[in-house]
């Protein structure tokens, strides 16, 4: 990874555009609708220091040499992040293709080496996310107070939004029906919640390709990764950074079952047969669902 992707908060923001030209206006419309308060600068206003008092980005965008360099020597004085518009040698970060889903955000970059190929992959993802996708993560962020209220467990929390996410409230929101969707996920929050852990097998011999999709979603799923040996490290990269790893060699039976009991996805990523201390595990105790 050779740039960082973070997401950056535009509620009670200032968001500087200093330039003129089709690139200042394309870098202006990123923020329409936003909560960010969007401020243009152009000319002798953008040279002035106390024009970009309270930015938390500055985008400089223009076609006069001149004027982008004077204007990033102000900038920089201020010890903001600035983006330059096709110059990434003078940016602190680059502005990558963006699907905007509202809450949902999904963001494509190439440190700024290749953005027609990062707009071309922006186009797959904008063709697989449902407009109204946003409305579930809205009534998540809602309602995140409630959760951690009822579900104060990490573990619990994650099984009860998996839930969620996989249900009528989700299907609701991604039929627009909003209102439905939010008395649905009401209605859960006041009823009892349970649900069975379980234990999952995935191959890790690769290549990557060769996973089925079932693989591929019980890997994103899982809350803990138990690893074999000379597993294909790209297949381990599609499960979540935070989720615990473990190694076959160490890991009990007991470690697992205690896992599972505690409502935890886990996931054994193998190359070859089950480890033999784990054998009796998988045949009498808690069959593991094998994912082709």
């Known amino acids: 990874m050779d740039a960082f992707p973070a997401f950056f908060p535009l ?14 206006e394309a870098k202006a419309r990123l923020f329409a609708g ?5 401020v243009r600068l152009q000319g002798q206003a953008a040279l002035e220091p106390q024009a970009y008092l309270g ?3 500055i985008f400089i965008a223009d076609m006069d040499d001149a004027f982008i360099a004077s204007a990033l020597a102000v900038a920089r004085t201020l010890g903001v992040p600035v983006n330059v518009t096709d110059r990434p040698e003078f940016c602190d970060f680059t502005t990558p293709s963006i699907v905007d889903r509202g809450q949902v955000v999904a963001a494509v970059g190439t440190g700024g080496a290749a953005p027609m190929l990062a707009a071309m992959l922006r186009q797959d993802i904008d063709q697989r996310l449902p407009a109204s996708v946003g409305h579930i993560a809205r009534l998540s962020q809602d ?26 409230v989700a299907r609701s929101a991604l039929a627009g029906d909003v209102e439905a969707a939010r008395q649905q996920f009401l209605q859960a929050l006041a009823e009892d919640f349970t649900t069975a852990g379980v234990l999952q097998r995935v191959s890790g011999q690769g290549p990557i390709e060769g996973l089925t999709l ?7 799923m899982a809350d803990v ?8 490290p790209d297949i381990v990269a599609l499960a979540r950074r935070d989720a615990l790893r473990l190694s076959a060699a160490e ?4 470690a697992l079952l205690d896992l599972v009991a505690s409502r935890q996805r886990v996931v054994m990523i193998l190359t070859g047969s089950v480890p033999a201390h ?14 082709p």
């Open 11 to 24: 509620h009670d923001r200032t968001i500087v555009v200093a330039g003129s030209g089709e690139g200042a």
């Open 34 to 38: 936003s909560p960010a308060r969007l």
């Open 55 to 57: 930015a938390s980005l």
């Open 143 to 168: 309602l995140k107070d409630e959760i951690r209220t009822r579900y104060p467990e990490l573990s619990e929390r994650r099984a009860f939004l998996r839930s969620i996410l996989d249900g009528p």
């Open 214 to 220: 079932g693989a591929c979603r019980a890997l994103a």
């Open 225 to 232: 990764l138990v690893l074999g040996d000379s597993i294909d």
């Open 251 to 254: 890991v009990t039976s007991e």
């Open 278 to 291: 784990l054998e009796g595990l998988a045949a009498d105790i808690l069959p593991v669902a094998v994912i």
